[in-house]
């Protein structure tokens, strides 16, 4: 039997999981509100809610998942990439533990453990398999070869889609964190409504900085000519957000799976609990005869569960670390 615990906290939600024989028991998230109020993570503030949360997430995940700290075998932490302050403090209590019980340590690649929650349900997909790794820090198109022979065949040269989504988020005045209001919102509005540009960008990399800058003038534009422009269309506004960044990513997924042949597409990350990413994705499967996976919402946006199911399959390799590992803000696929 293989007890996993793992530990994530990369950014500002501190998480923690229980994987028992490739099964999750418990997946414990500990969110964060205080950044809401400066319209954006703080990673001071991030490090300090870290600490208040993670002996209590861990005790959590624990119980719910009706073991004992001695039943655990190895702990599981994400390792980068992500805020350093952050990192620290899961960093310093994966050790912590593992020294304590004199069990393996497992560092993992966050961006990795997003891709490898579609191993956590049924159906999964086969490997080689595409996924489309969308989040706030990332945008990535990577080609699955086995668990950890991941190869990045695209990404953004600037911003990434999630911080797409926030940053049009603050100039239409909407709280943070924006993406989910944007969704929401998008629901009720005319995608067509308002033309915004599609950047060309060579091979399967993507851009996300000129379209930003055309929707800050397209706002400051029309508030001139009507001061109550924003309210008067803001459902029109993010349809049209929402469609121009969802096409710019899935015309890259469809160039990508063109050219590697590959069938099996799946996308992760946060911006991956996206309805219209979701929607549209589904539907391209359909006329392309893809197999789509699409993770639950739970295992989309930053979770332990992730780390924890890669943690195992790193287990079952033997794959560990020795204590003096540190954590990495940036780290390679």
């Known amino acids: 039997m293989a007890v996993i615990l793992g530990i994530e906290s990369s950014c500002d939600e501190t998480s923690a999981s229980i994987c028992v024989n490739g099964e999750i028991k418990s997946n414990i998230i500990a969110t964060q509100a205080i950044h809401a109020k400066y319209g954006g993570v703080v990673p001071e503030l991030a490090s300090r809610a870290h600490q208040q949360n993670i002996i209590p997430t861990v005790d959590q995940a624990i119980q719910q998942a009706k073991i004992t700290k001695n039943d655990v075998d190895a702990v599981a932490f994400t390792r980068g990439p992500g805020l350093l302050g952050s990192l620290l403090v899961g960093t310093s209590f994966a050790k912590s533990f593992a020294l304590a019980r004199n069990i393996p340590l497992i560092d993992i690649n966050h961006m990795q453990a997003h891709i490898l929650a579609h191993f956590i349900d049924d159906p999964k997909p086969q490997f080689p398999f595409l996924c489309l790794t969308v989040s706030g820090g990332h945008t990535q198109i990577v080609l699955v070869k086995d668990y950890f022979d991941m190869e990045l065949i695209g990404q953004t040269l600037d911003d990434a889609a999630g911080e797409a989504f926030d940053k049009t988020a603050k100039i239409l005045n909407l709280p943070y964190p924006g993406g989910p209001l944007i969704d929401k919102y998008a629901q009720l509005g005319n995608p067509d409504a308002f033309k915004l540009p599609e950047p060309q960008i060579a091979d399967l990399n993507f851009s996300f900085s000129g379209l930003k800058t055309a929707i800050l003038y397209l706002v400051q534009g029309e508030i001139k000519k009507n001061p109550n422009f924003l309210e008067e269309n803001m459902h029109d506004i993010c349809a049209s957000v929402q469609q121009r960044i969802v096409s710019i990513l899935l015309n890259k997924l469809k160039k990508a799976a063109k ?21 549209s994705l589904l539907a391209m499967g359909e006329k392309y005869k893809w197999n789509v996976f699409i993770p639950k919402f739970e295992y989309c946006t930053d979770n332990a569960a992730m780390i924890a199911i890669a943690g195992y399959h790193k287990f079952l390799k033997s794959d560990f670390i020795g204590q003096d590992v540190t954590p990495l803000a940036r780290i390679p696929m």
């Not at 042949?261 to 911006?271: H, L, P, Y």
């Open 259 to 279: 050219q590697t042949g590959v069938k099996d597409i799946a996308i992760a990350g946060g911006v991956s609990a996206n309805s219209g990413l979701r929607n």
